[in-house]
Nanobody, 122 residues
Framework: QVQLVESGGGLVQAGDSLRLSCAASGRAFSSYAMGWFRQTPGKERAFVAGITASGGSTVYPDSVKGRFTISRDNAKNTVYLQMSSLKPEDTAVYYC???????????????WGQGTQVTVSS
């Protein structure tokens, strides 16, 4: 069992940067690939970043590539999402998730945090 708690969301202006954190507790955090997803009302959760268990590989969709960076510190049981050049369309609830492999589909992840709101004003 892994418990995940996101933090760092807030209200920022377009062009600003923000770093989200996801603190994990429970067993074997370093054994799990981690993903960040975002969701807006009425839409499915969308993949925005993934990182392997070791941190050696990352994956991003084109919509955030070059602006978002995922990283992890296995000693601190924490995964981060550094977001820069934020746009109003990045506004969403952001979730971190743990799974066996990086996958684009949310259903592939076993554990989820409660989410943190990011709002980007124009």
């Amino acid at each position: 069992q892994v418990q995940l708690v996101e933090s760092g969301g807030g209200l920022v202006q377009a062009g600003d940067s923000l770093r989200l954190s996801c603190a994990a507790s429970g067993r074997a955090f370093s054994s799990y690939a981690m993903g960040w997803f975002r969701q807006t009302p009425g839409k499915e959760r969308a993949f925005v970043a993934g990182i392997t268990a070791s941190g050696g590989s990352t994956v991003y969709p084109d919509s955030v590539k070059g602006r978002f960076t995922i990283s992890r510190d296995n000693a601190k049981n924490t995964v981060y999402l550094q977001m820069s050049s934020l746009k109003p369309e990045d506004t969403a609830v952001y979730y971190c998730a743990a799974g066996l492999h990086i996958r684009l589909l949310s259903t592939a992840y076993n554990y989820w945090g409660q989410g943190t709101q990011v709002t980007v004003s124009s």
